[in-house]
């Protein structure tokens, strides 16, 4: 077996929802509608009706506070929500995006003897036979799970990641809730934020099962640490898990003492240049994604720690991206295409017209090679210009727009710019796939993780990298997928 043909990630856990009881739904559904009619009383006063007279609609930017601080009220699933918006600008917009990066490391207090009571069950043992210190204030408060520095009795200082007591039920409830309420505000925002929203949504609901069991994070810890050992990356560090310590609710792992890489002011106090070490990171990425089909599926800026060494630590691996076989070619042609391969094109237009069926070219009204056309103006620019120039929504867009206004019909542009709109809607393109005859499901899971990982890196390629494209290094990039599989 070669190397890039091995299993990328042992088998994973995915962990059984409960079915929340009407009880618990109407008891969460209460919670909800009374933080949202505190929260959410801006998008519905004078003020907003005002502007929507005026305007048609309320404007994106104008429900990202109430909705930034409904995600915080609530928690959980909100929270994880919050931080899907906060990495996409280029999906939501800077303003959007920027308003919620505040989620990204926040989340509310857990008592601390409830985290005990959950160790000991889980692993089988006193606190204090498991770790000489567990310090009781967290130095991470994410939305599933709280983060306590530890120290074992042989010295190694440890992180200890613990899931919240009744997170499972809580995330249960709030996808069958959520839905409605993003439905709600879209409405009133307008089509573009109803796609990114339930776009958004429903990566959401793919990902949790897998994140709420930490077991999949500590064999994925342990994969990743031995994909990347041989590549040459020596400044970029997983931190290593400590199985034996380690169960469904509770990941015990090395502690990297760092700060995030998008915190400006505490970067430069370390006084190291993070740019080169961010396009390490893509490096990496990429390493992973094209030789073994596997990749971080979350690698937001609170993942990525400057260390105080120097070295970019990358933590939190409870979302791993696995492309199937098919999903893996198609990404291994796609880069072949933008190093200059003009046949690989038209076979990246038939795979998705495979997966969707016939969906987009009936909803564009394009031909094979038309459809061709637009798929390599989308791409092309996204992987090839300088990170200070891409705008991964605007290219969605621009070919739409530019083949509008060459038919000279104004109001195809408008129909063509709902289209483009809707695409972004990864339910409804589920739907069309399914009444066309695609064959969407793995395709869908794996695509989605890596669109939102591109856009995380539009973000933090605009902060570092302006001047420089994703693919920079071709001489690397034509080597790695030289060694792919086909």
């Known amino acids: 077996m070669t190397e890039a043909s091995e299993p990328t990630v042992p088998r994973v856990h995915r962990r059984q929802l409960p079915a929340p009881t009407r009880g618990q739904l109407a008891a969460r559904g209460a919670e909800i509608g009374l933080v949202g009619a505190r929260r959410l009383s801006p998008l519905v006063g004078k003020q907003a009706a005002a502007l929507r007279r005026s305007q048609g609609l309320l404007p994106p930017g104008a429900a990202a506070h109430p909705l930034r601080r409904m995600c915080e009220d609530l928690g959980g699933t909100f929270m994880k929500f919050g931080q899907l918006v906060a990495s996409s600008p280029g999906l939501v917009g800077e303003e959007v995006a920027q308003e919620f990066r505040a989620c990204l490391d926040t989340g509310p207090d857990v008592p601390f003897d409830a985290v005990c009571r959950r160790i000991e069950e889980d692993l089988g043992m006193d606190v204090g036979e498991a770790f000489r210190e567990l310090h009781p204030h967290p130095i991470g408060r994410a939305s599933i799970a709280v983060v306590y520095r530890g120290v074992l009795h042989d010295g190694r200082a440890v992180a200890v990641k613990v899931l919240r007591p009744g997170i499972a039920l809580q995330v249960a409830a709030d996808l069958r809730l959520m839905v409605p309420l993003a439905e709600l505000v879209a409405k009133e925002t307008g089509e573009q934020v109803a796609g990114s929203v339930l776009q958004l949504l429903d990566g959401l609901r793919q990902q949790l099962g897998e994140e709420l069991d930490l077991r999949n994070e500590a064999r994925a810890l342990d994969r990743f640490r031995h994909m990347l050992a041989g590549s040459g ?25 760092g700060v995030a890489v998008d915190d400006l002011a505490k970067v430069a106090g370390l006084g190291y240049d993070p740019a080169p070490l961010v396009e390490e990171v893509v490096r990496a990425f990429l390493i992973t994604t094209v030789r073994f089909g596997a990749f971080h599926g979350d690698l937001h800026a609170g993942n990525m720690l400057l260390l105080r060494d120097g070295r970019l630590g990358i933590i939190d691996w409870g979302i791993v991206g696995r492309l199937d076989a098919d999903t893996h070619r198609f990404v291994v042609r796609l880069l072949d295409a933008v190093l200059g391969d003009e046949a690989a094109w038209p076979d990246i237009t038939a795979h998705l017209t495979q997966v969707y069926g016939r969906a987009i070219q009936v909803g564009l009204g394009l031909s094979d090679a038309e459809l061709t056309t637009f798929l390599r103006g989308i791409v092309e620019p996204a992987l090839t210009r300088p990170f200070g120039q891409v705008s991964l929504a605007a290219m969605l867009e621009a070919p739409l727009i530019q083949a509008a206004k060459a038919r000279g019909a104004a109001a195809h542009e408008r129909r063509l710019r709902a289209v483009a709109h809707r695409l972004r809607a990864n339910r409804r393109m589920r739907r069309l796939a399914d009444e066309a005859g695609g064959i969407m499901s793995e395709f869908t899971r794996g695509t989605f993780l890596l669109a ?35």
Do not use: C, W
């Not at 990356?233 to 003492?257: A, D, F, Q």
């Open 233 to 257: 990356l020596g400044r970029i560090v997983v931190p290593e898990p400590y199985p034996e310590l380690s169960s469904e609710n509770v990941l015990t792992m090395e502690l990297l003492h």
């Open 452 to 486: 939102k990982q591109f856009m995380y890196f539009e973000r933090y390629g605009k902060l570092f990298l302006a001047d420089r494209p994703i693919l920079a290094d071709r001489d690397f990039l034509s080597a790695l997928v030289a060694g792919s599989p086909r």
